[in-house]
């Protein structure tokens, strides 16, 4: 039985199989690759033609014709490499005895160097996922890839570091060569920037982050230069609790994709935090570019995106960010097609309170005008802020938020965490989310477990303060919060007049727009 074979094209999240097939016959010598291929893709003719000499075979003198199908769909990147020259050598008879019982369909992956050594690529994973999902039974991979291959614990790996080694393999099937698992040492937690405890004071900003943390809530903290927006947010990773083993492989496929895997760190087992500087481009947050890969919205799947100083960033990235908050996924369309990344994040963004960051500082001298102020607030924009569950004013350092000399270590805040995350995760165990974060609006009343009295007061507030109906329902997914904190199965008043605390903005907040 006659094997097949096929490679990957890492486009979008779940890429594409590519069908490779080669033939030779008589004529004026040359080599042609057809298919839509891009330009690493057409170099790769001349790195096949030397490796293969170099690996000791014979590089056919005829007209050989490489085809790449499906032929409509452009194929990007180096790791056509390997298979195509696996493909030359079967058409030209080099390969013998293969041994069909063993490997009968099989996906190649690799770079080739010019001595015929296998060179590491990125989409490792998402093209076993790909190959698993077509009962492609065998997928030979780069060694030094090997370990994010198996991470999906299923199907067979093979791990090879040359040409010569691939056609050993396929000659003989060889299945001790074959690995579906290995064991990976626990992973550790990744050394944090700093501890909860370093902050002195400021408890109603680290009161908020622990909500935050617990829930998944996205947060935005505004206030003078130097109040501690930044070292508090950096310290929130600390807080975090670990993925599931099916957000680690899906936090891994993206990271494969974008080429950003440590070598050394097969598997992302602990929520990412993504720092980007405001001079970021559309395609470097959202994603896309010539080769569509995942920007830094994806990159902070199931982790934070961190905007620090958020109004600095322009005006469209900010606003771009709405759909995927709501969607939880980016979708990019480049020339008629459409190609998509997940993007759950949990947002945090900072600001000062003006371009100069003076106004409202005890002392300082604003020079900014009232237009200039309005412009620097408008770049957020109210459908983005609407978005954001939990709003902190920070203010700088009084007597009332200085060091209290008993600040709270990291660790015992997320003990608090974790067992609000554990209720969260029985109570939604039947839902496709998992935080109270994502609570649709359908699902408010019947998770919530807020009672008519306590829901006649939020009404009450909520037209006191001219609240939203998005707005009311941020309220109670914090109020749901602050209960898993407490333990507490019902929403009690108290719970609600925190949440909505956290959620308004009063105006002694915004003082400074009325000048």
């Known amino acids: 039985m006659e094997y097949k074979i096929y490679a990957y094209n890492p486009l979008g999240y779940e890429g594409e199989i590519v069908d490779v097939e080669a033939d030779i016959r008589r004529g004026i010598p040359g080599f042609d690759i057809v298919g839509l291929p891009d330009g690493a893709v057409r170099e790769a003719r001349e790195r096949v033609r030397v490796a293969v000499k170099n690996s000791g075979f014979r590089f056919p003198y005829d007209r050989i014709l490489v085809n790449l199908s499906p032929g409509n769909i452009k194929k990007e990147g180096t790791s056509f490499d390997l298979a195509l020259a696996v493909a030359i050598l079967r058409a030209s008879g080099q390969i013998l005895n293969v041994n069909a019982s063993a490997i009968r369909r099989c996906c190649i992956l690799g770079e080739l160097q010019l001595s015929g050594s296998v060179r590491k690529v990125r989409g490792v ?69 700093g501890d909860f405890a370093d ?152 600001a000062n309170p ?83 974060s994502d609570m649709e609006p359908g699902s408010l009343i019947r998770y919530s477990g807020i009672s008519s009295g306590t829901l006649s007061e939020l009404q009450e507030a909520a037209e006191k303060l001219k609240l939203s109906f998005r707005a009311c329902h941020s309220i109670i997914k914090i109020a749901r919060t602050i209960a898993d904190l407490e333990g507490e199965d019902i929403l009690k008043k108290d719970h609600v007049y925190e949440a909505v605390q956290h959620r308004r903005y009063g105006e002694e907040d915004f003082f400074w727009l009325k000048r």
């Open 199 to 350: 902050i002195t004071g400021q408890p109603v900003l680290k009161r908020a982050l622990e909500i935050a943390a617990a829930g998944r809530h996205h947060v935005f903290i505004f206030g003078p230069p130097g109040c501690g927006k930044t070292m508090a947010v950096r310290r929130m990773p600390s807080l975090l609790t670990g993925l599931s083993w099916e957000q680690s492989v899906e936090v891994t496929k993206i990271y494969s994709l974008a080429g950003k895997l440590p070598e050394e760190q097969p598997l992302i087992a602990f929520p990412p935090m993504r720092i980007p500087h405001h001079s970021a481009t559309m395609e470097g947050i959202i994603g896309g570019g010539f080769s569509v890969k995942p920007g830094e919205a994806s990159l902070a799947h199931h982790g934070i995106l961190f905007l620090d100083e958020a109004p600095e960033f322009g005006i469209h990235v900010l606003q771009s960010l709405r759909e995927p908050m709501e969607e939880k996924k980016i979708t990019i369309v480049r020339a008629g097609r459409a190609f998509w990344f997940p993007s759950k994040f949990q947002l945090i963004m900072t």
């Open 354 to 436: 003006c371009p100069c960051g003076n106004l409202g500082r005890e002392g300082g001298i604003c020079f900014c005008s009232k237009g200039e102020l309005i412009k620097y607030w408008k770049r957020l924009g109210s459908a983005l802020l609407d978005r954001i569950d939990i709003r902190v004013p920070v203010k700088g350092m009084t007597k009332g938020n200085f060091f209290s000399g008993n600040e709270e270590k990291s660790s015992v805040i997320k003990s608090r965490i974790t067992k609000a995350a554990a209720i969260q995760e029985e109570r939604y165990k039947n839902e496709s989310f998992s935080r109270n």
């Open 125 to 193: 994973l998402p093209a076993v996922t790909a190959a698993l999902s077509l009962n492609i039974d065998t997928v030979f991979v780069p060694q030094s890839n090997l370990a994010e291959a198996v991470s999906l614990r299923r199907g067979r790996i093979v791990g090879i570091t040359s040409l010569k080694e691939a056609v050993h393999i396929l000659e003989r099937g060889e299945p001790e060569k074959f690995v579906s698992h290995v064991t990976h040492k626990k992973e550790e937690e990744p050394p944090f920037d």
